[in-house]
């Protein structure tokens, strides 16, 4: 048997704060990067097509720390507010962008909005509003009498799948530590 002294505890202090740090990264996903439009790129779609970007982004949930390149050629890209983008105005864009190769990191929670530098084509549909989410967790509360028991409430931010793979990573982190420590404790 190991005894208290050997370096055995230094292990298990080691194990339980990585098991720790891996049980709490599961609420910061990873971030990733959207081609807009997929293959079709950041173009003024066909005239059958003017909700091309209103459907590719209806797909997708998008989250702060995550990304957006345009590809384009003979064009320009706009990040508008709001008013400029249902109005299609390129008078008073939040930034230009012109190389035909932009990347657009998504920093803060709420609305972004694209629309080409070419009006005409912004008219015709070659526009883009993200709805940007934070991944954060809920801290739950106990009902009050505003919200009692029974009722329906808000639906959890983590689908049930993310709760089934930190349940299925904490049991399988747990027996690994169970299978160590007899391991090392073993005569």
């Known amino acids: ?68 390149r345009f590809e384009y050629k003979n064009d320009s890209l706009l990040v508008v507010d709001k008013w400029g983008y249902y109005h299609c105005d390129t008078g008073k864009p939040i930034s230009v962008f012109t190389d035909g190769d932009t990347v657009v990191s998504l920093d803060q929670p709420g609305f972004v909005y694209f629309i080409s530098g070419q ?14 989410i934070a991944l954060r967790p809920i801290p739950r509360s106990p009902p009050s009498a505003a919200n009692p028991p029974g009722l329906a409430s808000a639906p959890s931010p983590f689908s049930s799948s993310a709760v089934s793979d930190s349940a299925a990573f904490v049991s399988i982190s747990l027996a690994l530590t169970a299978s160590f420590m007899d391991l090392l404790w073993a005569p």
């Open 1 to 68: 048997m190991a005894s208290p002294s050997s370096p055995v505890i230094p292990c298990i202090v080691f194990l339980v704060t990585f098991i720790s740090a891996a049980m709490n990264s599961h609420v910061v996903g990873a971030s990733k990067e959207f081609k807009v439009g997929d293959s079709e790129g950041w173009r003024q779609p066909p005239a059958n097509q003017s909700a091309l970007y209103s459907r590719w982004a209806a797909a997708i949930r998008f989250h702060v720390g995550d990304s957006l």
């Open 119 to 132: 009006a005409d084509h912004c008219l015709n549909g070659q526009h883009l509003a993200v709805k940007v």
